[in-house]
């Protein structure tokens, strides 16, 4: 049996030696060969220093360059580095495997050919204050989303996972990785594999520790890409791929429009604010169960996230679907 695992990275360094060594802390079966390939985006923050030095005392690591930098592009660049093999792991730079991750993984694929594509619970961890309240607020179910792979509490079918691994043969039927998305090229991909007839698997007793952004400026940022690029890909299939990616849209055009709101009836007034205050008593809720004692600073990430992404949501459904645009430079700038 042979194993790939494809880690894309750009200027990682905190990470990628964190990253490198739960690989290989995983547990394998004793006919599994494993191969290791690091795409790096040309890191200019030692990164490199750290992937070349690491190679020198794991078996099979390697470092493979991504002159285009994107994530897609590194993507596709590991899954051919090592040839045909039996599957294919990907692993963020920021993502720290637990140690019965790929074990789990290749006995579900093994088990259930009808699951095309298998991942474990993330894990959110941070660096600094900042960080542990993003974290909060990204396991909440209230800040991603009724449904979302990041807050299941069980195992079971999803619409994608995280660091996911896939037979090979996923890759011959479907093709690889879009080079056209610079963000939700997975979401993409996996989409691709439930309308081919395949299904996602999340694995609850498995996880993987993620690094979340450590500023306020890199989630805005991150939010906003997910909402533009995701209209580029509901445009590329000509249909939404989730419902739910509708709703912070809806809620940006639903704060737009309370200006309006001198021009209805008193009673209509106060009908049309309920839902604004049924959000509001949604942040209070939830952000007492996440927030500790940062509660003000913490809440207030809530509605950074809904905003960014339905603000990027919309400029993509201006620039993808009125204008007919190509997908805009600035939104395929690195968000970290």
């Not at 660096?127 to 009724?146: D, E, T």
Request: aromatic share 14%.
């Amino acid at each position: 049996m042979k194993l790939t695992v494809v880690i894309p990275c750009r200027n990682e360094r905190p990470f990628i030696q964190q990253c490198i060594a739960a690989i290989y802390d995983c547990a394998l079966p004793s006919d599994c060969q494993l191969q290791v390939f690091v795409v790096d985006g040309m890191s200019d923050d030692g990164t490199r220093n750290i992937i070349e030095e690491l190679c020198t005392h794991y078996p099979n690591l390697h470092l493979v360059d991504n002159p285009k930098q994107l994530t897609p592009f590194a993507f596709n660049l590991g899954i051919n580095a090592g040839g045909k093999v039996d599957f294919i792991q990907i692993v963020g730079a920021r993502h720290i495997l637990s140690k019965n991750y790929l074990m789990a993984c290749l006995e579900k694929l093994q088990a259930e050919p009808m699951i095309w594509g298998v991942g474990g619970q993330i894990l959110n961890e941070s660096v600094n204050k900042i960080g542990r309240r993003i974290s909060a607020v990204m396991s909440s179910s209230f800040g991603v989303g009724m449904g979302n792979f990041r807050t299941m509490v069980t195992s079971g079918y999803t619409d994608t996972v995280t660091s996911p691994m896939y037979p090979y043969w996923v890759f011959e039927k479907i093709g690889f990785f879009d080079e056209t998305l610079i963000r939700n090229q997975d979401d993409d991909f996996n989409f691709r594999i439930t309308v081919a007839g395949g299904k996602l698997f999340l694995i609850h007793d498995i996880s993987l520790k993620y690094y979340v952004r450590a500023t306020v400026g890199g989630l805005r940022k991150q939010y906003f890409q997910y909402g533009y690029w995701k209209v580029f890909v509901n445009q590329k299939h000509g249909k939404m791929t989730t419902i739910r990616q509708l709703f912070p849209p809806l809620f940006v055009f639903y704060l737009a429009s309370l200006s309006l709101l001198y021009i209805l009836p008193t009673f209509l007034q106060i009908i049309y604010i309920i839902p604004l205050g049924l959000y509001i008593l949604g942040l209070i809720y939830f952000g007492i169960q996440v927030s500790g004692p940062a509660f003000f600073q913490t809440t207030l990430l809530f509605p950074l996230i809904h905003l960014s992404y339905g603000m990027g949501y919309i400029l993509g459904i201006f620039d993808f679907l009125i204008l007919r645009k190509k997908p805009s430079d600035k939104q395929k700038e690195l968000s970290r």
